[in-house]
């Protein structure tokens, strides 16, 4: 199983980037997608989260600027992101928790994470 982001980059204040990030491998299903993101010299921090139920949640710092949507049918999920700060400057990850086929057949579950996109925000 392998998540791959993309769409990172550079962009003004005020702008709008759009990352995604899809799954690939024996999946059977994916349960919870995650964006964190971490910026130079701090932790890693939750963006937004959206469940199989289409349920999302977002940090305070994001909501009305954010928004999170997923395709079960690509396997895919993104991040809408507008009104951007220099703030919002980081490298974003997406995580999954997901079902996948195991060698024995059996389905097994794990965290899986992308190796991330870095998201500057400079005029």
Do not use: H
Not at 62 to 86: E, W
């Amino acid at each position: 199983v392998q998540l791959q982001a993309s769409g990172g980059g550079l962009v003004q204040p005020g702008g709008s980037l759009r990352l995604s990030c899809a799954a690939s491998g024996s999946i059977f299903s994916i349960d919870v997608w995650r964006w964190y993101r971490q910026a130079p010299g701090k932790q890693r921090d939750l963006v937004a989260r959206i469940t199989s139920g289409d349920n999302t949640n977002y940090a305070d710092s994001v909501k009305g600027r954010f928004t999170i949507s997923r395709d079960n049918a690509k396997r895919t999920v993104d991040l809408q992101m507008n009104s951007l700060k220099p703030e919002d400057t980081a490298v974003y990850y997406c995580n999954a928790d997901l079902r996948y086929y195991s060698s024995s057949g059996s389905v097994s579950r794990d965290d899986y994470w992308g190796q991330g996109t870095l998201v500057t925000v400079s005029s």
